[in-house]
């Protein structure tokens, strides 16, 4: 869901908490080794994203945060903030050319250029913790042959 986070309201608070969970406790941050990226360039947006980030002249560019069970990618337009709250069962990470990642999330995406390795090893965090939150197969752990 695309949301405007510039506002403190109890209503969005709630819809962000319910989605992707309330955020890490600083003993949690420091655990996880941080869970915000570094500034990421975007390179192409879904058009309700595009048609934000067209109402102004700054650079095109966003961070993520990693919530307990989703994703919030944040980005600015005019004096706005918005978030793209991306639970993890909703989330789809697609590599695309050289230093290209996107974030999929039903009729939404954001293609943002991961060029360095800080950003790289961010979004292998961001896989990490998908995978961690996977809830535990309905057959149980497969047996092992003695």
């Given at each position: 869901?695309?949301?405007?986070?510039?506002?403190?309201?109890?209503?969005?608070?709630?819809?962000?908490?319910?989605?992707?969970g309330?955020?890490?406790?600083?003993?949690?941050?420091?655990a996880?080794?941080?869970?915000?990226?570094?500034?990421?360039s975007?390179?192409?947006?879904?058009?309700?994203?595009?048609?934000?980030?067209?109402?102004?002249?700054?650079s095109?560019?966003?961070?993520?945060?990693?919530?307990?069970?989703?994703?919030?990618?944040?980005?600015?337009?005019?004096?706005?903030?918005?978030?793209?709250?991306?639970?993890?069962?909703?989330?789809?990470?697609?590599?695309?050319?050289?230093?290209?990642?996107?974030?999929?999330?039903?009729?939404?995406?954001?293609?943002?250029?991961?060029d360095?390795?800080?950003?790289q090893?961010?979004?292998?965090?961001?896989?990490?913790?998908r995978?961690?939150?996977?809830?535990?197969?309905?057959?149980?752990?497969?047996?092992?042959?003695?």
């Open positions: 869901m695309l949301l405007n986070l510039s506002y403190n309201d109890k209503n969005i608070d709630r819809k962000v908490d319910g989605a992707v309330k955020p890490f406790s600083i003993k949690q941050r420091i996880l080794g941080g869970v915000g990226s570094p500034k990421l975007i390179a192409k947006t879904s058009v309700e994203i595009h048609n934000l980030l067209e109402l102004d002249n700054n095109n560019s966003c961070n993520i945060e990693i919530r307990p069970r989703g994703i919030i990618v944040r980005f600015r337009s005019l004096l706005e903030t918005f978030g793209l709250i991306i639970p993890f069962y909703k989330l789809n990470l697609q590599k695309g050319g050289n230093s290209l990642h996107s974030l999929h999330m039903d009729q939404y995406f954001i293609q943002v250029h991961t360095t390795k800080a950003s090893r961010f979004l292998k965090k961001i896989l990490d913790q995978r961690d939150q996977r809830p535990p197969s309905p057959d149980g752990p497969p047996e092992h042959p003695l």
